[in-house]
Nanobody
Framework: QVQLVESGGDLVQPGGSLRLSCVVS????????IGWFRQAPGNERERVAC????????SVVDSVRGRFTISIDYHKNAVYLQMNSLKPEDTAVYYC?????????????????????????WGRGTQVTVSS
């Protein structure tokens, strides 16, 4: 059974930094897309970053480009989201999720077009609050 556990969320001032962790158990992150999503109150959940584990390709959305970085530690089977220059609008619950990168998905999608519905396993989230 796949389990994802996020951590690292906190209250931080604007301009500050946080590093979120997503530790995955039950599978080895060999051929997976791992995404970081966020959901603010009253808003739909959005993907902010994703990574393809077999080749290390990453993608981030425009609103966080240059500020957020996604990375993977294969030994720890964990994925991280380094968040710098945080803004109040980054306040949200952050989730990580995984999707097996199958041959079918590779034909149909790029990692940044993979629909949220294609992600199979989700963590419970960690709260990030950016406020002075």
């Amino acid at each position: 059974q796949v389990q994802l556990v996020e951590s690292g969320g906190d209250l931080v001032q604007p301009g500050g930094s946080l590093r979120l962790s997503c530790v995955v158990s039950g599978v080895t992150l060999d051929y997976y897309v791992i995404g970081w999503f966020r959901q603010a109150p009253g808003n739909e959940r959005e993907r902010v970053a994703c990574l393809r584990s077999d080749v290390g390709i990453t993608s981030v959305v425009d609103s966080v480009r240059g500020r957020f970085t996604i990375s993977i530690d294969y030994h720890k089977n964990a994925v991280y989201l380094q968040m710098n220059s945080l803004k109040p609008e980054d306040t949200a619950v952050y989730y990580c999720a995984t999707a097996r990168w199958t041959a079918r998905r590779a034909v149909e999608y790029e990692i940044y077009t993979l629909p949220e519905s294609q992600y199979d396993s989700w963590g419970r989230g960690t709260q990030v609050t950016v406020s002075s």
